[in-house]
């Protein structure tokens, strides 16, 4: 049973351009949330999706931005016009749902903006 | 405002001995909380989780504490390896969302 896998795992931007970071949850998951982990830091929550739905976006910045989990295929955390501020490790996790459920992290991204 | 915190940013202990690594909240909102552990370039491992209507769950040499009127829990692992060396996270869950803490780097020397 594979886990959460996340693509790519190294991605360079230059300042302006646009990232997109896929995650495949674990098989039978239909939650996903995305984190973020800023040098010397925690993880800090970003979104919760359900498929198609958006049930938490609480952590996300206002602009620049957006996430989906379509129906068919991965979740996408998309950051448009990036800055250097975004360079971080962006951590997908999955879980089956319910009540006090585990969640299990993919390896991640680690995006840098030159 | 910081609503998970783990004050010691590193522990090292002797292979055999018992590492102690702790967290407190402030949340009371939080329904459980969890144990993640984290190598470099990789992402965070589930450990161990306790909801928060117990005091105490074990699984094989984890065991995890909470004491909810002082709002803290810890995390002992017994005998300690040196494959235990990593950075330990302590996170509380409410409606799905994890607060993390950030982090106790654990070194058991052989």
């Known amino acids: 049973n594979a886990g959460v896998m996340q693509n790519p795992r190294h991605l360079v931007r230059r300042r302006g351009q646009e990232a997109r970071l896929r995650c495949s949850p674990m098989k039978g998951h239909s939650h996903v949330y995305w984190y973020r982990q800023l040098p010397e830091e925690g993880l800090k929550f970003m979104v919760y999706l359900q498929k198609e739905n958006i049930i938490d976006e609480s952590g996300m910045p206002k602009e620049r931005f957006s996430a989906e989990f379509p129906k068919e295929g991965p979740s996408i955390l998309r950051i448009q016009q990036v800055v250097r501020g975004d360079s971080a490790a962006y951590f997908c996790a999955s879980s089956p749902g319910g009540p006090n459920a585990e969640q299990y992290f993919g390896p991640g991204t680690r995006l840098t903006v030159t | 405002d910081q609503q998970v915190k783990q004050n010691s940013p590193s522990l090292s202990v002797q292979e055999g001995r018992i590492s102690i690594l702790n967290c407190d909240y402030t949340?009371?909102?939080?329904?459980?909380f969890l144990w993640y552990k984290k190598y470099p370039a990789e992402g965070p491992t589930f450990l161990i989780s306790i909801s928060s209507i117990k005091d105490k769950n074990e699984d094989g040499r984890f065991t995890v504490f909470l004491n909810k009127s002082a709002k803290h829990l810890s995390l002992h692992i017994v005998p300690s390896q040196p494959g235990d060396s990593a950075v330990y996270f302590c996170a509380g869950g409410a409606t799905n969302k994890l607060i993390f803490g950030t982090g106790t780097l654990l070194a058991v020397q052989p």
């Open positions: 949340n009371s909102m939080f329904d459980y």
